[in-house]
């Protein structure tokens, strides 16, 4: 898990979001100063909460806090 105090986060950027008709699966990738961008793979189940559409999946993700995820 990442501790805010020591970790920045440059950028995160949705690779793909993959849906069937239960539920949408996020794939994320994370940039830190000096690294190349780290896949989070479907992190929907993660943080308790599984988007059904890629709308709402944006608006969950602007909401987020990256230290919550375990890459």
Do not use: H, N
Not at 14 to 26: E, K, M, N, V, Y
């Amino acid at each position: 898990m990442l501790a805010p105090s020591k970790e920045t986060i440059d950028s995160v950027e949705i690779l793909s979001a993959l849906s069937d008709p239960d539920r949408l699966s996020i794939y994320l990738c994370v940039s830190r100063a000096g690294e190349k961008g780290i896949l989070v793979d479907d992190i929907s189940d993660q943080l308790g909460f599984v988007p059904r559409r890629t709308a709402s999946a944006l608006r969950w993700l602007q909401r987020v806090r990256i230290v919550d995820l375990k890459i």
